[in-house]
């Protein structure tokens, strides 16, 4: 298709020149048949270019996802706390973000499984005392490790 389509572009370059070199011979012009068809060449040339890129809107090309995204699709929750946790580890300074939603996940586990909040005295004994530093101490930046274990130990609850 693309080699027809390249011929007939040839075959109308070769009917424009010779019309042009009629013309200009009746107009007593005296044109010079060879720079003539340089410049039908290159238009006829330039115009086939820009009419084939012009024709196709969509790109050729297909783009290969290294990794799925989560945000795509799938549970909208689960988005929020993978933003949560790459807002948290890309941050400048602490943020108390990630800390307030380990403390609510912890107490919605602990009300759901054992019927107490984190202010009981059994609430302690049950979280451990690096998920109680981590939820009741000061802000501080978590690393992926220590992020993985409060989240394993909420699960264990």
Known sequence: MNRRRWWRRAAAGVVVFAVLEVVLELAHAGPDAVRLALLVATCVGVLGLVLDTLSDASPTWTV???RPSVREGGDPRLSRYVNLIEAHLTARSDDAALRDRLATLTDQVLRQR??????DPRAEALIGPELAAVISGPVRR????????????IEEL
Do not use: F, H, K, M
């Open 64 to 66: 290969e996802v290294e």
């Open 114 to 119: 054992y019927a107490v909040g984190r202010g």
């Open 142 to 153: 978590l690393s992926p490790a220590d992020i993985d274990r409060c989240l394993t130990r």
